[in-house]
């Protein structure tokens, strides 16, 4: 599909221009005046300004400080970066002392992959220096990793100026580069030590004052120095101020090559913030190096017109007022951070554009580039569940403190860690530089080694429940009771929609609790909604496509294709397959489709390795069709460098090339489920637009309201359900046509929970 925006001034690093842009998929094909709308949708932008996708180089999302977690990780800060312009994100990944590089990575990929809605990339923090973090570097590259941090303050980040001249002569032989974080710590500890002692440690005005200006500019200055000893362009992150500027205008008379970036806050604030009688209006602002005078800004705006300052990034760093109420008594464990990635595009066009600071090709130099109906959400019996979920947690909460024996901040990782670990004595992992290790993965191996886990566990489920779903819902209800999501047609990989803002695909189904969220979406007076759902389609399509003749046969049969599974892989007749037999056979089917290892299967179902490769032998000799697929499709992946769907959407594959191991069975797990899953999505964006046309071919006044992955769900008058009903089974079932039958369940009810059936 090709889209024509139309009148609209688009915006460059050389300045803006009128011009209409033409899109098809994710490729602009002109930009240009009056481009004629043939075969394209016209969308009227007549007044409006048009950049490139903003990158932020500068964020700090789902990150262990100060004994707490930023508030947002790479799904909602993503979605915020998106709704602000910014289609690319870079964030840190920052591994412990004593830990390696490649374990920061592994980390951080497991913390954003899958979960981001746009492109992001790694910085890599280096927080030590020795012989294995110096042989890591090359591998870092080999992954894609050319950018990387050090710090010249926080003890457990910093590395000190001698192993940072050691690491930056590695970092030049590799032609990488690396940003720094200016401070002198040393001094700053001092000055720390001093307030502390005065009795003044509950005020938020000594967080600025135990950070001056000038010991972020002696820091800069001597950064700088050691940067030109070894020959090294370097880059100074989030500049406050007018003397630090001056240290990096020196260095570039001397013939270096500095890079600088700063942030929104500060270009539009100054140190007043700090002084605010109310306490917590004051720690809002808390942060490092911390928000400087009203001169700084100025000579930062001049900066940036000047192109002394090369980008503005956020540096964001989110907490909730809860979190920075933990340094109520003690201005340094206040977390320091702030938000920015959403709103710094209206920040730097408000007040450096519209007040005529800068012009708008230097702001895009700084930073670059279903929905209408909505869904019925019932408000009341929403903010009840809220408050159901609420006294479910309190009563958690006390279980947990009986069982520890004390109360403690159930929310605090450091204080949790404690308990379990050292109080109780639990079986623990690698103790980091803010605690013990209570994340989901480490509870999830105690759960059954203490009440106590459990209890958590669930005290954590009902939270996440509470706050993401239920306020999160309450709060993006518009005045017509409907709840609006944004659908994103080229954010995954794989080619399915994407909903966010927020996300309504992720509404919770596995628990009874999460499952009742679905009964708060809701039809109006006189209509219901219609809930159709692909039966099993990315099995079938990976019959369909494998070939594989059994697989097949056992699809066209009708009978329950997990079951025929476990039959055959356990040789017992399908009436003696167990529920736990079925319930293996299944995680081992829905694995092969996306290339699980043995040792992952054996977690998921709780065998040993053994056992599990047992398994996939034996499925393996069943359907010997997919063992030849598997083989095949990876070799043609290889030698084409690219996989593709059956209507012939490409994904190129270059990790296939990789010398990395891990990137190349990265590459290898993708050449094996993006035919299918790829697939998949195609037949179903195919399947609504069947269903859009026959609705309203057939005069019907229902509608099509969410898309979640394999399922449509649609709304509709009373009268109208039976034939609404007809049509989404016959139109999804006749999207494509495959050697198996498409099957689809469709049911409707007063709800979105009833009509699931």
């Known amino acids: 599909m090709r889209l024509l925006f139309k009148g609209g001034t688009v915006v460059t690093g050389k300045g803006p221009r009128r011009a209409d842009i033409l899109v098809e998929g994710e490729k602009i094909l002109d930009v240009c005046r009056d481009i004629p709308a043939i075969g394209a949708q016209v969308v009227d932008v ?19 400080v100060c004994n707490t977690t930023t508030a947002d990780d790479f799904a909602s800060g993503s979605r915020a970066a998106l709704r602000g312009g910014t289609t690319t994100i870079i964030d840190f990944a920052c591994p412990n002392k004593g830990e390696t590089l490649h374990d920061g990575l592994r980390l951080w990929h497991q913390k954003a992959d899958g979960k981001c809605a746009c492109d992001y990339g790694f910085h890599m923090t280096i927080a030590d220096w020795n012989d294995t973090i110096e042989s890591e570097i090359d591998d870092m590259y080999a992954e894609g990793i050319s950018s990387f941090k050090m710090y010249m303050t926080y003890p457990a980040m910093m590395i000190g100026d001698k192993l940072m001249y050691k690491a930056l002569k590695k970092l030049k032989e590799k032609g990488g580069i690396c940003g720094v974080h200016c401070e002198n710590a040393g001094v700053i500890d001092a000055l720390i030590e001093e307030k502390k002692a005065a009795g003044m440690q509950g005020s938020v005005g000594c967080h600025p004052r135990t950070r001056p200006d000038f010991l972020e500019a002696e820091a800069v200055g001597r950064l700088l120095h050691i940067a030109e000893a070894v020959d090294i362009p370097v880059v100074i992150v989030h500049t406050t ?28 604030l100054d140190d007043s913030v700090y002084d605010n009688e109310d306490w917590l209006q004051a720690a809002k602002y808390v942060c490092a190096p911390p928000i400087r005078k009203a001169a700084d800004r100025k000579a930062l705006w001049q900066g940036i017109r000047r192109g002394e300052v090369q980008t503005v990034s956020t540096d964001h760093c989110s907490f909730t007022t809860a979190q920075k109420l933990a340094g109520r008594d003690d201005f340094t464990a206040i977390p320091g951070g702030l938000p920015g990635v959403e709103t710094r595009g209206e920040v730097v066009y408000s007040a450096g554009v519209a007040t005529r600071k800068i012009s708008l090709a230097t702001m895009c130099r700084v930073l670059a ?37 004390e109360t403690f901040n159930i929310n605090s990782p450091k ?40 209890d958590v566990l669930r005290y954590r489920q009902y939270a996440k429940l509470k706050s993401t779903y239920v306020d999160g819902l309450l709060k993006v209800i518009d005045p017509d009771g409907r709840v ?17 803002e927020p996300n309504l695909q992720n509404i919770p189904t596995r628990t009874e609790l999460g499952s009742q969220l679905r009964r708060m979406f809701t039809a109006p007076e006189g209509c219901v909604l219609v809930d159709a759902d692909y039966s099993q389609i990315e099995l079938r399509l990976l019959a369909h496509i494998a070939g594989d003749t059994e697989m097949q046969a056992a699809f066209r049969s009708g009978e329950d294709f997990h ?9 017992v007749p399908p009436e003696e397959v167990t529920p736990e037999m ?8 829905f694995g092969i489709v996306y290339g699980i290892s043995a040792f992952a299967l054996a977690q998921d179902i709780g065998v040993t390795v053994a056992e599990a490769k047992a398994y996939m032998e034996r499925y393996f000799e069943t359907y010997q069709g997919v063992r030849q697929y598997m083989t095949n499709v990876v070799a043609k992946a290889e030698q084409d460098g690219y996989v593709q769907t059956l209507m012939h959407r490409r994904r190129a594959l270059p990790e296939l090339k990789s010398s990395n191991f891990n990137l190349r069975e990265f590459g290898k797990r993708v050449a094996l489920n993006m035919p299918v899953q790829g697939s998949a999505a195609d037949i179903m964006k195919l399947a609504m637009v069947r269903v859009h046309d026959r609705l309203k071919r057939e005069g019907l006044r229902a509608r099509l309201l969410m898309q979640v992955h394999d399922e449509l769900i649609a709304e509709c008058p009373v009268e109208e359900q039976a034939q609404v009903k007809r049509i989404l089974t016959e139109e999804m079932e006749h ?11 469709a049911h409707c009810g007063k709800n979105w929970l009833e009509a699931k059936g």
């Open 415 to 454: 204080q949790l860690g404690a308990i379990l670990f050292e109080k109780l004595g639990l079986p623990h992992g690698k103790k980091t530089k803010t605690g013990w290790s209570t994340n989901a993965d480490v509870l999830e191996k105690l759960r059954y080694d203490a009440p106590i886990v459990a």
């Open 241 to 268: 101020n007018a003397a630090a500027l001056r240290e990096i205008e020196a260095a570039r008379r001397r013939g270096q090559k500095v890079y600088v970036e700063t942030c929104p806050q500060y270009l539009i």
């Open 563 to 571: 079951t025929v599974t476990a039959s055959r892989v356990f040789h």
């Open 484 to 500: 609006r999501t944004s659908f994103q047609m080229t954010v995954t990989a794989t080619g399915r929609l994407s909903s966010t």
């Open 46 to 64: 007549t007044g409006m300004l048009l950049f490139p996708g903003f990158i932020d180089a500068h964020t700090h999302f789902d990150l262990d």
């Open 735 to 745: 999207a494509a046509a495959l050697s198996v039958p498409l099957t689809v369940d």
């Open 369 to 405: 580039e279903m929905e209408t109906a909505g869904f019925l959400v019932d408000r009341k019996a929403l903010a009840q569940y809220g408050e159901t979920l609420q006294g479910v947690m309190d009563e958690t909460e006390q279980a947990v403190y009986a069982a520890a024996g």
């Open 582 to 589: 079925r319930r293996r056979a299944k995680a081992v089917n």
